[in-house]
């Protein structure tokens, strides 16, 4: 029989309802889940609770103690894969964290829920039944993490949450999905060339941060985030372009030697240097910033924690 570790992290799928209607995140064990949600029958099933939180309430020191928890499956090799509980919120951030940071070949699947498994047309069940049959299907060895929602499979390096409420929340803008679940079946149509992976064993992380730039913004607003962090994610517009009044704290920040990585506001496309001016992607790359490629500014900011955790250059990481 196949065999299936189910971790549990919190988040809408393990959701119960209090007495003024509201959902609380987080309430229900990995066994209250399972037990709840009706597992697949003709796998085994080894259910761990490893936490019990709304996701935004996660740390990157979760992250790292859930990735303990993956290695610690795959040290049997009768496991056949791994499923993560997750909310919603963060999800797509930790899934890009496990893809990182996860060297076995075999699947780990994120799913989780839209609705909470109370209410009426939760999408919980399903998720969750279709995540165990992924995290089984010898298709998807060596995909990397993936993301299982509503009938689709996404690859975590590109999956974005489009929707804060409809049943078909995630998507990967410009790239699609990797395959679909159907009737418990699993399709794979596509999958990654090549993973990217580093040993993460006791990371300490640094605090990178993101600024999302924007027509107008100060010197001074810019200077106060850089003044807060290791390092910075710049979410800048089209090609990569900054205001020209943000040149100087970028500047200054990297001949300090805080990373600056630049990314992209639009949902396709990659930074390049393609405009020669004051603030433009060319501009900084010259000042030492490190051009993110077609990376969100969330998925890199995962990446340069690994980065920095795993002691890497980042700018070689992202080239």
Known sequence: MRHVVLLTTGGTIASTTSENGKLV????????????CGLPTDIQVTVRSVLQKPSVHLMPEDWHLLATEIKQAFQSEEVDGVVVTHGTDTLEETAYYVDLTNTDERPVVVTGSQRGPEETGSDAFMNLRHAIYAA??????GTGCVVVFNERIFSARYVKKEHASNIQGFNAFGFGYL???DNDVIFTYQKPIRREMYELTEPRFKEIGIAKIYLGMSEKTLRAI????????????GRGQVPPQLVAPIEEA???GKPIILTTSSEEGKVYPTYD????AHHLEQLGVVLGSDYDSKKARVKTLVLTAAK???MHGFS
């Open 25 to 36: 995140a987080g309430e229900l064990t990995g066994e209250e889940l399972a037990e709840l």
């Open 136 to 141: 089984c299907e010898p298709d998807l060895k």
């Open 179 to 181: 395959g679909i679940i």
């Open 226 to 237: 850089i003044a807060t962090v290791d390092g910075l994610v710049l979410e800048a517009v």
């Open 254 to 256: 990297t001949l300090a």
């Open 277 to 280: 001016y004051k603030g433009s």
């Open 312 to 314: 890497k250059d980042v």
